[in-house]
């Protein structure tokens, strides 16, 4: 079967699954599920010969019975009907407590596919299919476009977890990791960072020692969601990424609660939405209520219940004192008082943040977020600060898009990493000035910034035009997803305050 049938066919299963009220995001764990033992069916045949060991089923225990049917794709595909569905209801449970990679694939796994027929259907489609032989390109095209499409589907509140690609790409292209170094995410929701710095490293001409470095030591990174957590590291797999039975590089640890210690040479990362973090807990009466969850770490110069400020500072902990970063972050990390305030000093005097890249509106799935890319770089203990000029480039002001009518490319921001310049940023020319202030690439000193009240970074200087200019507005539709924008930012603002005023988040 041809690349563009295989793909068409995956969707039209995601399409008719839908009609029967079975979402995208549900769809795409079953896919998970099934994929990865058929790829582990083909591994442990020649000529790879894995002998990957899958156990039989458990019981409520937890324990292997005896002379149960062993979890694995030849005996699921020989199934039909009733006695299919409850074989995979009985698998699914049983590899969920399994050790490893195994396990984390299958952790709270559920059958959300009730029709048996549709359920065999899907795997008579996986089954015809060599995945393993199957181009990476091929394999990971379907499964991005399944997690976009996942995305996409704002009520399941998956686009948290997805970066719109074209700004990773921007992002690896400016950092240009190279082979040999270890890259973490700290927050790495279905694995996009680590697919892009791949194909990046990948490109480089790599000798045997490189490759296998890349496939098995580069990439690291902590999610705590199981579902997220599943779709991460099946989507390294299919990107080739990873042993099926090696370590699991994805860690299901909260990376905010304690630093252990291991440094690396790059961090690419885009923290979760939702400035507060939060626990539930139990009061004196017998219900429960949330409670600010406040981060108390001796690596941290700030001690906060503030999600994104925390990020902030244990990605500064994650560095090698050579180490490199660029990472998604709202704007309140900007120009927010006490801890914020706090933060962006430590963050300038002990690394050099050298360049902020204002992002548009209307790129996220997740409605109401105004975000940046910080870029910076570790450096060793000085009496100075480290940096000395921090370079902004505001693809914010008089920039419309949408997610459907005019997505944010790739092409959008040629213009920011040529500007940028990665090969030698120690030569980089303003495009504002006196005669040019429209001009989106302007720098500022170190004595600049710190002069300003509570060292706010938030800095714009380009008019809005559609302040000025009322006979050249935006489409209708584009001005009503900025207004949507900013009600959302609004009130996200407002609760939060509430949320200060009340000291909880009920």
Same mark, same amino acid.
Request: charge should be negative; aromatic fraction near 10%.
């Given at each position: 079967m041809s690349e563009s049938a295989i793909i068409s066919k995956v969707w039209n299963f995601?399409?008719?699954?839908?009609?029967?009220?079975?979402?995208?995001?549900?769809?795409?764990?079953?896919?998970?599920?099934?994929?990865?033992?058929?790829?582990?069916?083909?591994?442990?045949?020649?000529?790879?010969?894995k002998g990957l060991k899958f156990p039989k089923?458990?019981?409520?225990?937890?324990?292997?019975?005896?002379?149960a049917e062993t979890c694995d794709w030849q005996t699921l595909s020989q199934k039909r009907g009733l006695e299919l569905e409850t074989f995979y209801n009985q698998m699914l449970r049983s590899?969920?407590?399994?050790?490893?990679?195994?396990?984390?694939?299958?952790?709270?796994s559920q059958n959300k596919i009730q029709d048996p027929s549709k359920l065999l259907k899907i795997i008579d489609m996986?089954?015809?299919?060599?995945?393993?032989?199957?181009?990476t390109d091929v394999k990971g095209k379907i499964y991005e476009g399944l997690l976009e499409k996942n995305a996409e589907d704002t009520k399941s509140g998956a686009g948290q977890y997805f970066t719109p690609r074209s700004l990773i790409k921007t992002m690896v292209a400016c950092v240009r990791p190279k082979p040999m170094k270890t890259l973490i995410d700290p927050a790495c929701g279905t694995g996009g960072f680590f697919l892009a710095a791949y194909d990046f490293i990948k490109s480089q001409n790599l000798d045997q020692e490189e490759k296998e470095f890349l496939k098995n030591k580069t990439f690291h990174g902590n999610e705590i969601v199981a579902n997220t957590r599943r779709m991460a590291l099946m989507n390294m797999f299919l990107h080739n990424i990873g042993e099926i039975d090696g370590e699991t590089l994805v860690s299901s640890a909260d990376a905010l609660v304690s630093d252990n210690g291991i440094r690396y040479d790059y961090v690419l990362a885009n923290p979760p939405f939702g400035k507060k973090s939060s626990m539930t807990i139990t009061n004196e009466e017998g219900k429960q209520e949330k409670q600010d969850y406040i981060i108390n770490r001796q690596d941290f110069v700030a001690t906060t219940?503030?999600?994104?400020?925390? $990020?902030?500072?244990?990605? !500064?902990? =994650?560095l090698k004192l050579t180490g490199e970063a660029a990472v998604v972050l709202p704007d309140n990390v900007l120009f927010e008082g006490g801890a914020g305030e706090t933060v962006r000093k430590e963050l300038m005097k002990t690394t050099e943040l050298h360049t902020i890249l204002r992002l548009p509106t209307g790129i996220f799935y997740a409605q109401g977020v105004k975000a940046n890319v910080l870029f910076f770089d570790n450096k060793p203990a000085s009496k100075d600060p480290w940096t000395k000029d921090v370079w902004i480039y505001d693809y914010r002001s008089n920039i419309s898009h949408t997610l459907k009518k005019n997505p944010m490319t790739s092409e959008h921001l040629q213009d920011f990493v040529k500007l940028y310049n990665p090969e030698n940023r120690n030569k980089r020319t303003e495009t504002y000035s006196e005669t040019n202030p429209e001009g989106r690439w302007r720098k500022f000193t170190y004595a600049e910034i710190i002069e300003r009240d509570k060292t706010?970074?938030?800095? $714009?200087?380009?008019?809005? !035009?559609? =302040?000025?200019?009322?006979?050249?507005?935006?489409d209708p539709d584009v001005l009503a997803n900025e207004i949507i924008e900013n009600i959302e930012a609004g009130l996200n603002s407002f609760k939060e305050i509430m949320e200060t005023i009340n000291g909880d988040e009920s």
């Open positions: 995601a399409n008719v699954l839908r009609d029967d009220g079975v979402g995208y995001g549900d769809y795409l764990e079953q896919i998970t599920y099934l994929l990865f033992l058929k790829m582990a069916d083909e591994l442990n045949k020649p000529p790879y010969n089923l458990k019981n409520a225990q937890g324990e292997e019975e005896a002379n590899l969920g407590s399994e050790k490893g990679t195994l396990g984390q694939i299958f952790i709270k996986i089954d015809k299919e060599q995945w393993s032989l199957m181009g219940a503030n999600k994104q400020l925390n $990020f902030l500072q244990h990605i !500064k902990t =994650l706010n970074l938030d800095i $714009f200087w380009i008019k809005d !035009k559609s =302040l000025t200019d009322l006979d050249n507005l935006p």
